[in-house]
């Protein structure tokens, strides 16, 4: 199990960019140059600075158990073999935006409150798929580490397995970078970075503050730039990208259950049947349609001024709509009605004859 682990014993202020010196076994051995950094797409003020520590930094002398000490004193990058895929988005007009599903943030909770006793964080490895511009985070996994004042210890081998499996079953994902939790980017951060950038060009790096330092749970994403002299000791400046959420149909039914727990005194509350979630589909379209037509009436009257983006979007919301004749409508949801009840009728019965074979068997 071949496992880094750094020690970061320099100058508080100057964190280590420096990649681990030990063989990293990635999940595809195929050479590459080193990832290429993006320019950074806010003002360096707003990034998290960490400049390069002593290329003197003692070595770690002491590892987790099955895990591998490794120095961490090289002062210069150096290429290393990188997964076969696209390279995150150069910059664009807005900037370079991270989409994070609901899976992700429930994963990563579950990770924190799973995690094993005495560790401050928790890490793991960030997957999705990356188009134009954007990248889409759709899945995770942890990955077990140990962490002290003294080293950082990461089981890459465990990691390695998990995205084996996770491609046999999402082929189309791949290695974005990395999350931790915490609110900050530590020196340890930093050199588990180095390491996901043998993984993948340019990851991106996701913080989750699970202790609600500001009372809330804030989420934000980074990408790392070299920075400082060429052919001498360089730096990494991680610079803040864009985070919006995205989710399936799917995941949405989830979330609006899960939000529905804020107004439980006991949070907890049963799942809904299918006639309910239809009632509360129903209810939220007509409410859309009330405020649509409020609008158009707003507008017609004067009191609001007409905004052409959003008679673009009302008009191509219409044309979608199709033209049937009302009775042929009613007889095409009368059928799909009792093709329903039909189905429901057989399910119903397939049951009733199960229970009682199970019945005459134990007799």
Not at 180 to 205: C, F, K, M, Q, W
Request: with cysteine; net charge negative; charged share 15%.
């Amino acid at each position: 199990m071949a496992t880094p682990a750094v020690s970061p014993n320099a100058t508080p202020a100057t964190p280590a960019p420096a990649p681990v010196a030990a063989p990293v076994s990635a999940p595809t051995s195929v050479p590459a140059p080193a990832p290429t950094p993006a320019p950074a797409a806010a003002p360096p003020s707003a990034g998290t600075p960490a400049s390069s520590s002593d290329p003197a930094a003692a070595a770690a002398t002491a590892a987790a158990p099955g895990q591998t000490s490794a120095s961490a004193q090289a002062p210069a990058q150096t290429p290393a073999p990188a997964l076969p895929g696209p390279a995150l988005p150069g910059p664009f007009p807005g900037g370079r935006v991270v989409r994070l599903h609901p899976v992700i943030l429930a994963s990563i909770v579950d990770s924190y409150e799973r995690r094993n006793e005495g560790a401050a964080r928790v890490i793991g490895t960030l997957l999705g798929m990356v188009d134009k511009h954007s990248v889409e985070v759709t899945n995770c996994f942890s990955v077990p580490h140990n962490e002290s004042e003294d080293e950082v210890a990461v089981d890459m081998e465990f990691a390695k397995n998990m995205y084996e499996l996770h491609k046999k079953v999402s082929p189309n994902e791949l290695i974005l970078g990395w999350y931790a939790t915490g609110h900050d980017i530590t020196e340890h951060s930093v050199l588990i970075h180095e390491y996901y950038s043998r993984e993948a060009p340019n990851p991106i790096h996701l913080t989750v503050d699970t202790s609600l330092q500001n009372g809330r749970m804030s989420i934000k994403a980074y990408v790392s730039t070299l920075m400082g002299v060429p052919g001498r000791t360089m730096g990494v400046m991680f610079t803040p990208l864009t985070v919006k959420y995205a989710y399936y149909d799917t995941e949405r039914i989830g979330v609006d259950l899960i939000m529905k727990t804020c107004f439980s005194p006991n949070r907890v509350i049963g799942l809904s049947s299918d006639l309910q979630q239809v009632g509360g589909a129903s209810a939220r379209i007509q409410d859309a349609l009330s405020t649509v037509l409020q609008y158009a009436e707003d507008v017609l009257s004067g009191k609001v001024s007409a905004d052409n983006t959003v008679g673009r979007f009302l008009m191509s919301l219409v044309n979608q709509v199709p033209k049937i004749v009302p009775d042929d409508f009613e007889t095409m949801l009368n059928s799909n009605i009792n093709d329903l009840l039909m189905v429901t009728y057989l399910a119903n019965l397939t049951q009733s004859q199960i229970a009682l074979n199970e019945k005459l068997v134990n007799l």
